[in-house]
C-alpha cells in the first residue's frame, strides 16, 4: 500500500509541475531566428550588399516584426519593418547604411530575438576608368549664356563650385552661324577659377565643311573638349558625316577630345550615321541624351535601352541627364548611381538655365549605394531582319574580320552567314546572331570603313549628274524622335 500511494504521490506531483509549467510555456511570444540568409544581391548565402534582400527564418513571427541592423555612422542600431510570409519566415531589405555585425528581430512588444551574425559587403567601385579629359566628372550645360546666372561669369562660377561642377558646356555655333557668348574671355574666365570649358555645336549636314571650321575656331578660343550635336537633321547623311569629321580633324589634330552627343535610342534611329561620328578617327566620347521623363517608361528602362545600344561603338559613354521639366530629387540621384554602375567616368545635364535649386542640390549631394535592381550589362542582339546603322557597323567590323559582306545596313541571309563564320573563328555559338560576346570580339577588329563620299553616276538619270553613296538603311525612317530638339535656335 505505501509502495502505491508513494507512486500516485510522485505521479501527481509530476503532473502539477506539468500543469505548472503550462501557462509559463504558453506565455513564451518571444520571436527565435534560426537562420539568416542572402535572397537578391548576394555575395554569397550569408553575405549580401547594401539594398539587397535576407531571408530570415525561425520561430513566432508575427506581423508588425522588425529587424534591427547595426548600421553607419559607428555602428549605430535601428529598426526596419519586415515583410513576415508566415510564422517561420520572413523578408527584409537590407538599408544602403547597413554594417556588417549582428541582427535580431523585435516584435510589438518590445520582446528581442537571439541575434544572428550577417556581413555587408560595400558594392565594388566603379570600374568607369577616368580618361584624363573634360569629359571626366559632372558637367552642365549653357544653352544661352544670358539666361544663365544672369549671364555673369563670376555667378557661373560661383554656381558651378558650390555643385561639384567640373566642366561646363557652351553652346558654340549653330549650323554655320558662330555664337559671340563662346569667347576667349568667357572661356579664360571659368578656366581661370578652375573648370573646364567644352564648346558644342549644332550641326545640320548642308555644309560640313563649314560646320567643322566653326567647330575649330570654337578650339581655337581655348575649348578643352568639342561636342558635336548631330540630331534628325543628319539622318541619311552618311557622306556629309564623313566630310564633316575629315575636316574638323584636320583643323584639330587627331587626338583633340571631340563628343558625339544624339538621339539615346539607336534603334528608333536607323539612318543616323553613328558609325560615322563615333568610328575610326572621329568622336572619342558617347553622350547620348538621357532624358528619361521626356522619354518615359521609367529611368531604370531608359538608361538600361541607352547603353544596352550605344555600347554596341565601343566608346566610353558619358551620360547627359535630364533636369528641365523638374524631374524627382531621387530620380537624379539614382541617374548619377545608375551611370556610376554603369562605368562611366562622367556624366553632365541640361541645363543650366532651366535647373531648379532642388535639381542642383540632386547632383551634387553624396551619393549612398545603388538600391536595386543593378542595370543591366548586356549589349544590344542584331539577328536576321535587323536592320539601321548597327547593322553597318557590324559589316564594316565583319570585312574587317575577313568574312567579306556587303555594307547596306540590312541584316540578310549573306550576313547572318558571315556571323556563323565569325563565331565560328573565334570559338563562339555559331548562332548567327550578334549578342554580347560576338560584339565584343567583333569590336577588338579593325573596321573596314566604307567611303560614303564617293560619287557614283545616277541610276535614274544618264546624265553628268552624280550623288553620293550610303548604305540602303539611310533611307529608312526614324521610329520616332524619343526626344523633343532641344539644341536649335
Known amino acids: 500500500m505505501r509502495s502505491h500511494r508513494a507512486a500516485l504521490l510522485v505521479s501527481l506531483l509530476a503532473l502539477g509541475c506539468l500543469l505548472g509549467a503550462a501557462p509559463a510555456l504558453a506565455a513564451d511570444r518571444t520571436p527565435h531566428i534560426h537562420s539568416v540568409r542572402c535572397m537578391r544581391v548576394c555575395v554569397s548565402r550569408s553575405s ?31 529598426s526596419f519593418p519586415t515583410r513576415v510570409l508566415s510564422r517561420s519566415r520572413l523578408s527584409v531589405p537590407v538599408p544602403a547604411n547597413a554594417l556588417s555585425g549582428v541582427l535580431y528581430v523585435r516584435d510589438r512588444g518590445g520582446r528581442r530575438s537571439n541575434r544572428r551574425p550577417i556581413a ?4 565594388p567601385a566603379s570600374t568607369a576608368t577616368p580618361s584624363g579629359t573634360a569629359f571626366d566628372g559632372n558637367g552642365m550645360w549653357i544653352w544661352y ?46 578656366k581661370a577659377a578652375g573648370l573646364h570649358v567644352c564648346a558644342w555645336q549644332y550641326v545640320y549636314g548642308d555644309q560640313p565643311q563649314v560646320e567643322a571650321q566653326l567647330g575649330a ?3 581655337s578660343l581655348g575649348a578643352d ?4 550635336d548631330a540630331e534628325s537633321q543628319y539622318e541619311g547623311r552618311y557622306a556629309q558625316a564623313q566630310q564633316y569629321v575629315a575636316a574638323l580633324r584636320q583643323a584639330i589634330g587627331p587626338s583633340y577630345p571631340v563628343g558625339l552627343t544624339s538621339f539615346p535610342y539607336v534603334d528608333y534611329h536607323p539612318a543616323l550615321p553613328y558609325s560615322v561620328f563615333l568610328g575610326p578617327g572621329a568622336a572619342q566620347f558617347d553622350l547620348p541624351q538621357v532624358y528619361w521623363k521626356e522619354i518615359g517608361g521609367g529611368l531604370d528602362a531608359v538608361v538600361d535601352h541607352t547603353y544596352r545600344f550605344n555600347r ?28 556610376a554602375a554603369d562605368a562611366s567616368a562622367g556624366l553632365s545635364w541640361w541645363d543650366w538655365q532651366d535647373a531648379q535649386p532642388d535639381g542642383w542640390d540632386a547632383i551634387s549631394q553624396p551619393l549612398g549605394a545603388l538600391a536595386p535592381p543593378a542595370p543591366a550589362q548586356d549589349f544590344a542582339t542584331y539577328g536576321p531582319g535587323g536592320k539601321g546603322d548597327p547593322v553597318v557597323w557590324a559589316q564594316e567590323h565583319l570585312n574587317g574580320a575577313g568574312q567579306p559582306v556587303p555594307v547596306t545596313g540590312s541584316f540578310d541571309a549573306a550576313t547572318q552567314q558571315a556571323v556563323v563564320n565569325f563565331q565560328t573563328a573565334n570559338g563562339l555559338p555559331p548562332t548567327g546572331s550578334i549578342d554580347t560576346a560576338t560584339w565584343q570580339a567583333l569590336l577588338k577588329v579593325n573596321p573596314v570603313m566604307v567611303d560614303w563620299t564617293t560619287a557614283t553616276s545616277s541610276s535614274k538619270a544618264r546624265s553628268a549628274r552624280t550623288r553620293t553613296r550610303a548604305p540602303w538603311s539611310a533611307s529608312l525612317p526614324a521610329r520616332r524622335n524619343e526626344i523633343p530638339l532641344v539644341g536649335r535656335g
Open 225 to 228: 573638349c568639342l561636342v558635336i
Open 120 to 123: 555587408v559587403v560595400p558594392p
Open 312 to 339: 554596341l561603338y565601343g566608346r566610353a559613354i558619358d551620360p547627359l541627364g535630364q533636369l528641365y521639366d523638374s524631374p524627382a530629387d531621387a530620380d537624379i540621384v539614382r541617374f548619377r548611381q545608375l551611370a
Open 48 to 78: 549580401v550588399e547594401p539594398g539587397g534582400l535576407l531571408r530570415v527564418t525561425g520561430l513566432r513571427f508575427s506581423r508588425g516584426l522588425r529587424v534591427v541592423f547595426q548600421i553607419a555612422p559607428l555602428g549605430h542600431r535601428r
Open 145 to 190: 549664356v544670358a539666361k544663365s546666372s544672369g549671364g555673369d561669369p563670376n555667378a557661373i562660377v560661383a554656381q558651378a563650385q558650390q555643385h561639384g561642377i567640373s566642366t561646363v558646356y557652351v553652346k558654340s555655333s549653330d549650323g554655320t552661324t558662330f555664337w559671340s557668348q563662346f569667347s576667349a574671355q568667357l572661356v579664360s574666365t571659368l
Open 217 to 219: 575656331q570654337a578650339v
